[in-house]
């Protein structure tokens, strides 16, 4: 049996157990048939973007945040180590959420308070149809301990 041979359904059922990654670099491009599913499963579980790669975020923006930002329902962004300045690259690319018109959960992790998380608030503020915001903070303290204060040498 061979992975074309399963249902649309069937397959974004197994798009669930991959990550947006994955599911994006392994089977994006294929043929004209999986492009339609992945299209079906971002529409219905929307974009987890927390472990992706700098180049693949660059082109799930120029693929699905530029031609159908309406479709979108939901976004998972991070600031972290292995995805540093995401947020900002998304804004620097000129999407920012008022074409998200469908858009109803947005999940932003590791961002400092500051400017961008006052953007973000103000630009959701405009969506008819967003309900839940997920906001992990990061903090980071401005008096870091330093452990060799406290080593004797």
Not at 52 to 61: K, P, Q, T, V
Not at 62 to 89: D, G, H, K, L, V
């Amino acid at each position: 049996m061979s992975l074309e041979s399963l249902s649309n359904e069937l397959l974004i059922e197994f798009f669930e157990y991959l990550s947006t990654g994955e599911i994006f670099y392994t089977f994006h491009g294929l043929n004209y048939r999986f492009s339609l599913v992945l299209a079906n499963h971002f529409r219905m579980h929307g974009f987890d973007l927390r472990c992706i790669s700098r180049s693949d975020f660059d082109a799930i923006g120029r693929i699905y945040f530029s031609s159908t930002p309406e479709q979108i329902t939901s976004i998972c962004f991070s600031n972290n180590e292995q995805t540093p300045a995401q947020i900002s690259r998304f804004f620097d690319q000129r999407f920012g959420f008022s074409k998200f018109t469908h858009l109803k959960s947005l999940s932003v992790y590791y961002l400092p308070p500051g400017p961008l998380a006052h953007r973000i608030i103000g630009e959701l503020r405009n969506l008819p149809n967003f309900s839940r915001v997920v906001y992990k903070l990061v903090y980071r303290s401005t008096n870091s301990f330093c452990a060799h204060r406290f080593i004797k040498y």
